[in-house]
Nanobody, 118 residues
């Protein structure tokens, strides 16, 4: 079973920045290194949605709502996937999760809360 741990969330003012991390270890890390990965988010009362995705080789794609503001990256040596979020808006408020992309059988981690508010 792949285990992922998200971190880096917090409270930030509109226009601010955060960098989220998705860490894996042990046998999970070797699987993550070879997998397409995505960052997802779920806002209160809404369905979970894909925000950004990255292939093992580094090709990326983004939801229209975050293009130009968010950047997904990965450090395969550290088995870690990142999400740099700039120019944050109140509508970016959500719990952010990482998982494989497209979704398969991996369990969800606990996520990390991002709150954008003045």
């Amino acid at each position: 079973q792949v285990q992922l741990v998200e971190s880096g969330g917090g409270l930030v003012q509109p226009g601010g920045s955060l960098r989220l991390s998705c860490a894996s270890s042990g046998s999970s890390g070797s699987i993550v290194r070879l997998s397409r990965m995505g960052w997802y988010r779920q806002a209160p009362g809404k369905e979970r949605e894909l925000v950004a995705a990255i292939t093992p080789g580094g090709s990326t794609n983004y939801a229209d709502s975050v293009k130009g503001r968010f950047t997904i990256s990965r450090d395969n040596a550290r088995n870690t996937v990142y999400l740099q979020m700039n120019s944050l808006k109140p509508e970016d408020t959500a719990v952010y999760y990482c998982n494989e992309w497209p979704l398969g059988s991996w369990a969800w981690g606990q996520g990390t809360q991002v709150t954008v508010s003045s």
